[in-house]
């Protein structure tokens, strides 16, 4: 993990006491600051008691599918070096659920809200983006790159024509950008991303987890109910920095950045690879205060670096 030296700790300053541009507009919505949080990492009601939500730009929400899901049995939560194993499930209570009791309350917030959408179909999909887009959530996260479930998710997102055919879909009925989120388990992210591109996505999130297993050679036995789960913090990280740089060098619409960004130098790291926002996640559960700490220390590194603007820190890759 990379850690910031001395002459880059942190102050606590913040984008409303400096002079820097830290605005980022993508697909038509502009966000104060760069800083979203990585879907299935946050709670605006828990994260509240920590830090003022206002000062992130947007928040990535939960993933909401068109019925409520109940999520895989436990165990889905391991320990990894450098890294943690998810196999939630997407449990969720459902978009109508989503819609009445969650989406009021974040919008009482002047983040922006990116709602992310999950399904078992094509039809799942879209007739959630249907409600969703009744509503005034800023964008829509479609995530077809969960490797947690066994329809949909990463099924969709590894299969470059169904990719296509699932933003196609979603972008021919929605009124709201639509950025499609991507699986690191291909071999080829930029056939994707260009295949995406090409049906209309506004934009394009990556990397969702690495599929991965631990097992428990005393019990004998897999440590996740679902054997297999998702791989992320640091580990993952220099694999989302490559994948974040060749989706950038393939695509034009924007790129929002995530997998491993546990400090403001990983956020800039994010930056030169060529992302337009990062997402905090895996960090956000280990400090509840990681998002808005990293801006902090994003603002410091800027600072101590003559960078006035994100374009200019893109701009720096030799």
């Not at 299969?159 to 291909?186: C, F, G, H, Q, Y």
């Not at 036995?221 to 989706?247: F, T």
């Not at 994010?270 to 280990?286: E, K, N, Y």
Request: glycine share 8%; net charge neutral.
């Amino acid at each position: 993990m990379i850690s910031l030296n001395k002459n880059q700790k942190s102050t606590g300053s913040s984008s409303a006491d400096c002079d820097l541009d830290l605005r980022v507009t993508i697909a038509g919505v502009t966000l104060d600051n760069p800083v979203t949080t990585a879907s299935g990492t946050f709670s605006a009601r828990e994260s509240g008691a920590f830090y003022d939500i206002n000062e992130l730009g947007a928040v990535i929400t939960k993933g909401v599918s068109l019925e409520p899901w109940d999520g895989n049995p436990t165990p889905r939560i391991a320990e990894a070096y450098g890294g943690m194993l998810n196999a939630v499930g997407l449990q969720n209570p459902g978009v109508d659920a989503f819609i009445k009791d969650e989406l009021p309350y974040l919008k009482s917030f002047k983040t922006k809200v990116i709602v992310n959408v999950a399904g078992k179909t094509k039809d799942e999909y879209c007739r959630a983006v249907e409600k969703l887009c009744e509503t005034d959530a800023d964008m829509l996260e479609i995530n077809i790159s969960c490797p947690n479930i066994k329809e949909g998710g990463i099924s969709f997102g590894a299969d470059t024509a169904m990719a296509a055919e699932i933003t196609k879909a979603v972008k021919r009925i929605s009124t709201k950008p639509i950025l499609m989120k991507l699986t690191p388990n291909v071999t080829d992210i930029a056939e994707i991303a260009r295949a995406v591109e090409a049906e209309g996505a506004d934009g394009i999130s990556l990397i969702n987890t690495l599929l991965g297993m631990k097992i428990d050679i005393y019990k004998k036995k897999p440590v996740l109910w679902n054997r297999m789960g998702g791989l992320s913090g640091p580990v993952v990280k220099p694999v989302a920095v490559r994948m974040v740089y060749q989706v950038r060098r393939a695509v034009k619409i924007p790129v929002i950045g995530l997998g491993g960004i546990m400090t403001g130098e990983d956020a800039v790291e994010f930056f030169m690879a060529g992302a337009d926002v990062i997402s905090i996640g895996t960090a956000a559960l280990v400090d509840p205060q990681a998002p808005v700490r990293i801006k902090r220390e994003l603002i410091d590194f800027m600072k101590s670096n003559g960078y006035k603007n994100l374009q200019e820190i893109r701009d720096a890759l030799l």
